[in-house]
């Protein structure tokens, strides 16, 4: 018998099921590489007349655009359907790339096709993670895996290889005609993936017009579901976490812990590991039976990582000045001091790698087939709104507090969001148990 899934039939033959997920995974390794290329060529033309200005308004169209299209686009993703808003959002994100080679001579308009491939991005994107639990149904964790470790391949191709590259044969132009190239080449792929899905009897879910435009029903749901609603606040703070210690390590490092070129190496190389470490856990071990234990457990970690870095100073714990003196006794690790930011970086890279993967395992677990589109659309503008001024004032707190202060402070939002979720989640739990034993 043919059983509807995540808005699919399961009847699909596997041959078709495995060219589907090939097609899925090179839109999405292409379409990073692309996207990088093209941002850093964009970056160039900015750059060019050393305009601050220029830049800046860059960075905000890209914002704005994700605020004021997030929700619409997810509704129109979910009235369209998945498969056809992830090809047609592959395809205008190639016409907004096309559109860059416009501007090369006007730096000045830069912001606004910045604004527009984040505009139409709105689109692709939540189609793309509406599709996961229809590229691996019994297992939405691998994909998500794979879509993270994808994108970090895509963009490390971009950056390092083929921009330099690249810009060295034909300049910002011949940067663009690669960004499109790779993007359009993205789309057939995308193209191809939603074809191989399609055959057999799989056919999508597509809610109705009404339907999809009831965003009331999303929030009602994300309010409803802990599980869903602490994947939404997780992912929020893993990426305020990321941002922050981008702005905040450098002058941490320089400043505080003064590590040598090689402690930095070996440190990086040991995040690198722990971060393998945890996206092989993730494709191998990550249920939605799982994982809200495993976001517990790395939102935990993260807090003790940058709790223990905040008291980190002269590289060792507790040292004199600190104002942490109370807790000498404990730095058990003066003569082996190196082992401190040793470790925070393994657990620091294992927590933020586990923590997006199995927030997005759950969301897409849990989110109604109809809604999925929808919830994504809806955890992405959370996450931006959630981020923007605390980016800001820890830019600020660093430059006039210190870098410790400002890891201390976000230890403590970490703490309190924490202790929050669990008070929430323990009085879900109560309820249910209270309605069970109530029904006769």
Known sequence: MIARRKGWLVGQPEGARVQSRAAFYTSRLLGQAGQTLLLVALFMISGARHSAMELSAAFVAMMAAAVLFGLPAGAVADWMGARRAFVTGAALRAIAIVSAFLVIDRPEWVWAVVFLYSAVSQLFSPAELALVGVVHRSRPGITHTALVLLQYAGQAAGLLALAPLLHLVGGLSMMLAGAAVLQSTATVSALYCVARAGTGEATPIRASRRAAFDLGT?????ASDVRAAYAVVLLAFCQLAVKALAITLPPYVADDLQLSIRELAVIAAVAGVGGMAGFFWTSRTLTLGVA?????????????????LALLNGRFIASPGSGFEALEPLNLLRASSFAVPFSIAAALAISLTVAPIGARTILTETAPPEHQARVFATQAIVTDIVVMLPLLLSGLGTQFAGARVTLLVLAAVGLAMFLLLEHVMTRAGREAQATSAALP
Not at 218 to 222: A, D, E, V
Not at 292 to 308: E, I, N, Y
């Open 292 to 308: 809200p234990r495993a976001l517990k457990v790395t939102l935990l970690l993260m807090v003790l990582s940058l709790l223990t």
């Open 218 to 222: 999303t929030f009602r749901f994300l």
